[in-house]
């Protein structure tokens, strides 16, 4: 058995064995063959790799349908006993594409989107205009007028111009354009800064005290139609604690804005977290269903009003815990760290461990989440499994930047060595949404694994196609 590294984080353990799969974190058919390799979607990586390269983005395509049937399933099934409708959208900045939206349409869900782009792909794949929502805090006057020209089944109003904006547009096109009112509840979701979105300092929506005055500007634009009001609190967070008091404050305001007119909806957002290490505890969607609907049940008959048609969105959850990527290994560097609390020693007598350095042919192109959020990962080897030691690893990029890590602390067999193909799960959510070509590295291609059978869902880049996006018209005539 291993001994702690003193430079490991205090939660992570020792592993009794740095092959295993913990089912909290790996894709639902992800499975190691008898040669110790694995198997994803029952394709074995080393075929992954050989016809598609490393990095690469893998997503094992029956998890994730499961993961939006269930979506779908546990909050109809709360909602529906609390005598309410579920509407469950598919957040697709977690992770679109054009098969994605068509398996989550195929599952029953909307299609959330925030941009032109996401629309666009969200149409491909063959979901209708009617059942998808728009957010953003910017929309374009462009983004707009499309939304509404095409029937767009709801807009959610971010800031107080917006209903002129979104107004404007269906008057234009002789449309009545469904509307929510995105509220900031004040809220503080716990969680990493940059993912709280209800805190009353940053940019999204308008603040629960100004929100009844904006609503009767929409009631008073015939060219709108006031579905309800939409909280968000923030994203990857925990527990159900956040969402019930959202869901509380925003009931208060949803009655009192009964009584003036009629509110049939009432939307939560999205914002579930989902377990990126062993140590996480996230709570199961029919958790967090029975907490919401709960919740929404007693406060409405507190209130005495009806219970409202809920909305979701959730995108992590569904997509995180389906994808994980393939890298190889190209460099291995032993660094010894001096050990913080021993360099403070008075006697001088400073211990220093290793640390294994394990860089790989990607990085923060591919998943930035380690180096905005500092987000923890995991890592096992892919192409084989080993009994050798296990050591402490960080797994780091390919980038010209020292916080270019992927996986901060895992312990792997110590013998890991140049070649290797590593996994590193639940990379299926806001890594290909969050991919750059910093470093002029091209953005991976993302796959899809099922019954043994890998399809290509989004091309890679090449450095074809990096060059050919180049605006200079080739060295001659700029040197000219
Ligand atoms: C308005 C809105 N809805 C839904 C989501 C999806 O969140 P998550 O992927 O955490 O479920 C987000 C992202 O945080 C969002 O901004
Ligand atoms: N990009 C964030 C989530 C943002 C959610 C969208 N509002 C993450 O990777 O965790």
Redesign the pocket.
């Known amino acids: 058995m291993t001994t702690p590294n003193p430079l490991a984080p205090s939660w992570l353990e020792v592993p009794s064995d740095a092959n295993a799969l913990d089912a909290a974190v790996w894709s639902a058919n992800t499975t190691r063959d008898a040669t110790g390799a694995l198997l994803i979607g029952g394709v074995p990586v080393a075929d992954l790799e050989n016809t598609y390269g490393t990095p690469l983005y893998v997503v094992d395509e029956a998890d994730f349908r499961a993961r939006a049937t269930e979506a779908r399933a546990s909050f109809s099934r709360e909602f529906e006993r609390i005598g309410s409708h579920a509407k469950v959208y598919y957040?697709g900045?977690?992770f679109l594409s054009t098969a994605v939206a068509a398996w989550v349409d195929e599952a029953g869900l909307n299609v959330?989107v925030?941009t032109e782009g996401e629309l666009a792909v969200a149409l491909a794949g063959g979901v209708p205009a009617d059942r998808i929502g728009f957010?953003g805090n910017n929309k374009s006057l462009a983004e707009i007028d499309q939304a509404v020209s095409i029937g767009l089944g709801a807009i959610?109003i971010d800031s107080l111009v917006e209903i002129e904006r979104v107004a404007e547009a269906a008057r234009r096109h002789g449309a009545v354009q469904n509307v929510r009112l995105?509220v900031t509840t004040g809220v503080h979701a716990s969680t990493h800064e940059y993912?709280a979105?209800a805190r009353e300092d940053q940019k999204?929506g308008i603040p629960l005290v100004e929100a009844a005055a904006a609503v009767a500007r929409i009631r008073a634009r015939p060219e709108l139609r006031f579905l309800g009001l939409?909280s968000?609190i923030?994203?990857?967070i925990f527990g159900t604690a956040g969402f019930e008091e959202a869901a509380r404050r925003m009931l208060e305001l949803h009655a009192s804005l009964l009584e003036t007119g009629p509110v049939p909806e009432l939307n939560l957002?999205?914002?579930?977290g989902v377990a990126y290490t062993s140590v996480d505890a996230a709570a199961s969607l029919a958790e967090l269903a029975r907490g919401i609907a709960d919740v929404v049940a007693s406060e409405c008959a507190r209130l005495g009003i009806p219970v409202p048609v809920l909305a979701v969105?959730?995108?992590?959850?569904i997509a995180a815990p389906a994808g994980s990527t393939l890298y190889t290994v190209g460099t291995i560097k032993d660094v010894a760290v001096t050990v913080d609390e021993a360099a403070a020693d008075p006697s001088g007598d400073a211990r220093v461990a290793v640390r294994k350095y394990v860089s790989v042919d990607g990085g923060m192109s591919d998943n930035a989440r380690t180096a905005l959020y500092r987000a923890d990962y995991s890592v096992r080897l892919a192409n084989r499994a080993s009994d050798a030691e296990a050591a402490l690893v960080r797994i780091a990029g390919k980038h010209c930047e020292s916080g270019d890590l992927v996986v901060l602390a895992d312990y792997l067999p110590g013998d890991v060595e140049p070649g290797d193909l590593l996994a590193v799960p639940v990379t299926g959510?806001?890594c290909w949404s969050l991919s750059s070509n910093y470093n002029h590295v091209g953005r991976p291609p993302v796959v899809a694994v099922r019954d043994g059978h890998a399809r290509l869902l989004v091309r890679g880049e090449t450095i074809s196609d990096l060059l050919a996006r180049d605006a200079g018209i080739g060295a001659e005539a700029t040197r000219a």
């Open positions: 957040a900045k977690a959330d925030c957010h959610v995105r993912l979105t999204f939409h968000h923030g994203s990857q957002g999205g914002g579930f969105e959730p995108g992590r959850v959510a806001y």
